[in-house]
């Protein structure tokens, strides 16, 4: 008598459709590497719905699991800043990224503003610090994961497990990156009266002229995406692509002074200018890699940015909300 399969086939090429996007090996390669991880995946049980899937990609990936709630993982929350350039170089950080930072080596220290970031006011509101407990010694991914007990599990959504997080952290350093970050008011007006094509020769060659403006990148992809959006072409492959190269590179160059030892994990607030472009360039990113159904990608970005920036004036968490439920994963309340 056949056994019945302990899991659809259409799970397993789910996995393998976003493992391919995740690290662009191909569809192929990544079916491969799922069902030579069958019994792994299997794990996560006998029906795999979309919580399963993700955690089998995350497994897959081997990355550092927070459990979020009913059989639902995710990155951890950072407890110290890793610069998501280096982060995408395992994943194919553009060409054009690398040498723009290796442009932009020489640039200023990060600079304390001489304040710091309380938290305190989330306690006023009611909300409950986490409790991580003690860190666990010789974390090794080759041994069998441990079983989670499902019902130990709290359900919290995103921007709750978020505040939670940040008042976990307590008081941090406020710091500013450097004003070479930013263009000039003047430079700004001037790229708003040009036509597409004569904005992105200045652009070409303010990347020259000013390698640490991380901002012109930026304002690249921007424009590269206002533009599509008015040919209705924003979700066009190409379109995402270049974004993506642009927004790369913003982000490769505003991360060279977080190397330096003088940064030790302070916030990067959106109320100083010199920071926008970083938090920009991480938030687009973001955005982008959403758009391209990178959603793990994503998830990471947010997570950085929001250890940077926690006051959250972009409002990454609703982002952050957004990507988890593209994923299908549904939040407390919600049905799957």
């Excluded at 309380?118 to 010694?137: C, I, Q, R, T």
């Excluded at 959106?270 to 793990?296: C, D, F, M, T």
Aim: net charge negative; charged share 25%.
């Amino acid at each position: 008598m056949p056994t019945t399969p302990r899991t659809s086939t259409t799970h397993f090429s789910r996995i393998a459709r976003r493992l391919s996007r995740e690290t662009g090996m191909g569809y192929q390669s990544a079916l491969t590497t799922v069902q030579e991880n069958a019994d792994r995946i299997m794990q996560q049980g006998p029906r795999l719905d979309a919580a399963g899937c993700d955690m089998a990609l995350r497994l897959l990936m081997q990355q550092d699991l927070e459990f979020w709630g009913p059989g639902i993982g995710a990155h951890m929350w950072p407890q110290q800043y890793h610069p998501v350039s280096m982060e995408l170089l395992h994943s194919g950080l553009c060409t054009e990224a690398m040498k723009a930072a290796d442009r932009a080596r020489d640039q200023d220290q990060p600079q304390p503003c001489g304040s710091t970031f309380d938290p305190s006011y989330l306690a006023a509101a009611g909300v409950e610090p986490l409790d991580y407990g003690a860190p666990e010694e010789d974390d090794d991914w080759d041994e069998e994961p441990e079983e989670v007990d499902q019902a130990l599990l709290e359900p919290v959504d995103e921007p709750d497990r978020w505040r939670r997080h940040v008042l976990t952290q307590g008081v941090r350093p406020v710091y500013r990156l450097p004003d070479a970050h930013s263009l000039l008011p003047a430079v700004r007006e001037e790229l708003l009266r040009l036509a597409p094509d004569e904005a992105r020769a200045r652009l070409e060659q303010l990347h020259a002229e000013q390698p640490a403006a991380a901002e012109a990148y930026v304002v690249r992809a921007e424009l590269h995406l206002a533009a599509a959006h008015e040919a209705g072409l924003e979700r066009d492959h190409d379109v995402l692509d270049a974004a993506r190269r642009w927004y790369e590179c913003a982000v490769a160059v505003a991360e060279v002074p977080l190397a330096f030892p003088m940064y030790d994990g302070g916030v990067l607030l959106w109320r100083e200018e010199s920071n926008r472009p970083l938090l920009r360039g991480l938030y687009g990113l973001a955005r982008v890699a959403h758009g391209q159904k990178r959603w793990n990608c994503a998830e990471m970005i947010l997570m950085r940015l929001l250890y940077l920036d926690p006051v959250d004036e972009q409002q990454a968490g609703v982002l952050l909300r957004e990507v988890r439920a593209a994923a299908g994963i549904a939040q407390p309340g919600e049905t799957a």
